[in-house]
């Protein structure tokens, strides 16, 4: 199998499993005791890893800038969610990081793309915002799934960098968990002034399950990322878009409007160009 075919069978794969661990932490009561389990779980799962893998020599730099942007997009995705509906919010925050992500990897950073790569990123990130038509977004989820958005693009670039730094996939994927893990935790215990932990209490279940989860879709992405173009690749996750909606339909129970089924149309289309281009 081709790398590049390789790579965005992972990244797609990566989507959907994003989509579970959201829809988790999403249907959770108290949202930054959620997200705290989620991160904590998956550092707490890796760290026997860290005498098995090599120091990040190399990629130190991009693991501090990781780790800064992860605080700012959980406490905003939190935000987000707390402000509006996953059916609304989710869209407009994975749509709005592609988009970013391919203007600066292609646009100041020169990394090659082809002409139907381009059309099918644009394509899925118009797509996921024609799925929110007829919804009301307020300002505050709107602000909030925005700045989730940028840092999303943020991280992305900054992690396909680090990754290719470091001098192993496994390496940088080990620490970046095990960092992220700690600044959660740190983060959401200090602004909670503790009394996260008492909820974290009452639903870490879900959050172990998430935690897991949460290995799994971004080391793929990870994974992929080592092996492809930054942006097409990033544009690929987003194909998750169509199994955040099956969850909001058949768990959730939210109505299939037809802005929806044309979004999912478009999703699909634009990765179409992203695979062939």
């Given at each position: 199998m081709p790398t590049y075919?390789?790579?965005?069978?992972?990244?797609?794969?990566s989507g959907s499993i994003h989509a579970v661990v959201n829809a988790i932490v999403k249907g959770g009561r108290d949202k930054a005791a959620g997200r705290a389990i989620t991160d904590g779980t998956s550092a707490l799962i890796l760290l026997p890893a860290i005498p098995f893998v090599p120091l990040p020599h190399g990629a130190w730099s991009y693991l501090a800038a990781s780790a800064?942007?992860?605080?700012?997009?959980?406490?905003?995705?939190?935000?987000?969610y707390k402000a509006g509906d996953l059916s609304?919010?989710?869209?407009?925050?994975?749509?709005?990081?592609?988009?970013?992500?391919?203007?600066?990897?292609?646009?100041?950073?020169?990394?090659?793309?082809t002409t139907e790569q381009v059309a099918g990123?644009?394509?899925?990130g118009a797509a996921m915002f024609v799925m929110i038509a007829g919804r009301h977004l307020g300002r505050a989820a709107l602000g909030w799934s925005v700045l989730t958005g940028l840092c999303i693009a943020a991280y992305t670039v900054v992690d396909a960098i680090g990754v290719r730094a470091a001098p192993s996939a496994n390496s940088y994927i080990v620490w970046v968990f095990i960092e992220m893990g700690a600044v959660v935790v740190v983060m959401f215990g200090l602004l909670s002034r503790g009394t996260m932990f008492a909820a974290a209490r009452a639903q870490w279940r879900p959050g172990v399950i998430a935690g897991a989860l949460s290995i799994l879709t971004y080391g793929l992405a990870l994974m992929a990322f080592s092996m492809g173009p930054t942006a097409p690749l990033a544009a690929l996750r987003e194909t998750g878009m169509v199994t955040?909606?099956?969850?909001?339909i058949l768990v959730l129970k939210e109505r299939a409007t037809a802005g929806r089924v044309i979004g999912v149309l478009g999703i699909l289309g634009g990765a179409a160009l992203v695979l062939t281009g």
């Open positions: 075919t390789l790579a965005a069978l992972m990244m797609i794969a800064l942007i992860h605080g700012v997009y959980l406490y905003s995705l939190v935000q987000a609304a919010v989710y869209p407009v925050l994975r749509g709005t990081a592609p988009l970013i992500t391919a203007g600066v990897t292609i646009g100041l950073l020169g990394e090659h793309a990123i644009a394509l899925i955040a909606l099956l969850i909001s």
